[in-house]
């Protein structure tokens, strides 16, 4: 799939392109755990709830508001900007929407850390939201140099370095913070400049990696069972839909939208929930982010695939939004008491894990339900939906969290069980058929003892598979019209007329025996006559 050791240029595009959102990530991660607490030091706020220097502040009910306020912000312009980001990478290429989200990252976080009032954070935080579309530039630009039997594992790839990000940017966050509390926006800054020249030097158009187009799976063109969008039992790698199936892509993006506002509970009430019962400050978040995170991430590495593999990707995202469920649930019975505390690690780590099954799932699901013309913009309604959980979730979560501190986890979970419905609904609607569930239309023909006839219409899309596989592999100039003639006379040419009284079986049977006796003497003479060749 991906070679380390010899690496072709489609591998070197991956490798830049992951390099490229783990940077960028990592620069976001950097500032989780001290925004809560930069938030109040702009504000110049006395406590989560109570009176702050900064009149907005003060207006918007204190340091808890005003950060769901902020986020929300940033949320609303991430959501539009997802109608142009997409869109626009399907006309000009993902790695120039690519650079122009990374420059305007870096630029929005010199700006953040150089906000004197709370009304200049929060125009600061909307301009990188307006930026923010390189996670569904680079999802569309992996779904455009893979097939379908490879995406998941791809995609898949993307979530475990993103768990590395949630990984060591808290940590290295909190760290920072202790320097100072903006520390974290001018590394965050220099990193997003370093992964914007990572995009342009590594991240090259699929044209120029593949001059003939994407090659599928060579084993696919020797096997006919063909795997469905949810990816379950896949053994082969079907090509892309010729029309997108957008009743599912929306069926799915409502899913995904509860799972996205139930997860911004822990954007806005985690840091300072941990604050209120056990005493935590952003030091101890950061490192206990960093840790669950371990835990999730060996998850994702050893045994996601399998999971995958076996319940296929919309049952994986269910299993994985049950997880987060019992997450949420768990975080409202903490106590601060040591078994308390030690409980809390546990819904942290399985919280994780569920969270990374379902990303995992969801990302290579959307890109299975269209085509590649059509990607940028099914890749900006996965991302939509994570901007739009972020502008419904963290003014409400914020609001509840002031009057009563247990309740967001309670409806974040409420949010997530129904999300976990949706994904089954479409595992249900997109499960292959099982061999005693498919019924021929018609009595077998007794020639054809027990074995079942081809579906004409999927033979012919098989060979029309094989010859570009073939085609591509052989790396023939198809720019050359001699090139194109020569061929069309060689496949007109290798294929017999048909002979009345013999059966197709038998003519091409024939055929294929004389075409490799015949290639099997030319390579004969050739020998003869190189001998030391």
Not at 162 to 187: E, H, I, K, T, Y
């Amino acid at each position: 799939m991906v070679s380390f050791t010899y690496p072709s240029k489609r591998d070197l595009a991956l490798f830049g392109v992951y390099m490229v959102v783990v940077i960028d990530i990592m620069s976001s991660t950097l500032t989780v755990p001290v925004m809560p607490f930069y938030v109040s030091f702009v504000c110049g706020c006395e406590s989560p709830t109570g009176p702050c220097t900064d009149a907005v502040c003060n207006r918007l009910g204190g340091a808890t508001s005003s950060l769901g306020f902020m986020l929300s912000s940033f949320a609303i312009a991430q959501l539009l900007s997802s109608f142009w980001i997409g869109p626009l990478s399907d006309k000009i290429g993902r790695r120039r929407i690519m650079t122009v989200t990374l420059a305007g990252s870096g630029i929005g976080m010199i700006a953040s850390s150089l906000a004197p009032t709370f009304l200049f954070l929060v125009a600061t935080r909307i301009f990188i939201g307006a930026c923010s579309g390189t996670m569904g530039a680079a999802n569309a630009y992996i779904a455009d140099i893979s097939n379908q039997k490879e995406r998941p594992a791809l995609m898949a790839n993307m979530g475990t370095l993103l768990q590395l990000c949630f990984m060591f940017g808290p940590g290295v966050g909190a760290g920072l913070s202790q320097l100072d509390n903006r520390a974290p926006f001018w590394v965050g800054a220099f990193t997003s400049f370093f992964a914007l020249t990572l995009a342009f030097l590594y991240v090259k158009p699929p044209e120029e990696l593949f001059p003939n187009g994407v090659p599928p799976d060579p084993e696919d063109s020797k096997k006919t069972d063909a795997a469905t969008p949810d990816g379950k039992g896949a053994s082969a790698a079907p090509a892309d839909p010729e029309e997108t199936n957008w009743k599912f892509v929306f069926i799915t993006a409502l899913g995904a939208l509860g799972s996205n506002t139930a997860m911004s509970v822990m954007m806005v009430c985690q840091a300072l929930y941990l604050h209120d019962i056990f005493g935590w400050g952003a030091l101890e978040f950061g490192f206990v982010s960093m840790g669950t995170a371990s835990a999730s991430l060996i998850v994702r590495i050893f045994f996601f695939n399998k999971i995958q593999s076996a319940l296929g990707l919309m049952n994986t995202a269910t299993l994985g939004t049950m997880l987060g469920a019992c997450a949420y649930l768990g975080y409202s019975f903490l106590d601060g008491g040591k078994f308390s505390m030690w409980l809390f690690f546990l819904l942290a780590g399985v919280g994780n894990i569920g969270l990374s099954f379902s990303g995992a799932s969801i990302t290579p699901f959307f890109s299975n339900l269209g085509n590649k013309s059509n990607m940028g913009r099914i890749m900006s309604i996965n991302s939509a939906t994570s901007s739009l959980g972020r502008v419904v979730g963290p003014p409400m979560f914020g609001a509840i969290y002031a009057w009563n501190i247990r309740l967001p986890y309670r409806l974040a979970a409420l949010f997530t069980v129904v999300s976990a419905a949706v994904f089954f609904f479409m595992a249900v609607l997109t499960a292959k058929p099982t061999q005693a569930d498919e019924r021929p239309d018609k009595p077998l023909a007794s020639e054809d003892g027990n074995q079942k006839k081809l579906d004409n219409k999927k033979a012919l899309a098989e060979l029309t598979e094989l010859m570009k596989s073939t085609l591509v592999s052989r790396a023939y100039d198809l720019t050359s019209p001699q090139v194109v003639d020569y061929l069309k006379a060689i496949i007109d040419d290798a294929l017999p007329l048909k002979v009345e009284g013999r059966s197709d079986e038998e003519l091409l049977g024939k055929e294929t025996e004389f075409l490799h006796s015949h290639w099997a003497e030319m390579n004969k003479q050739s020998v003869h006559a190189h001998p030391h060749s």
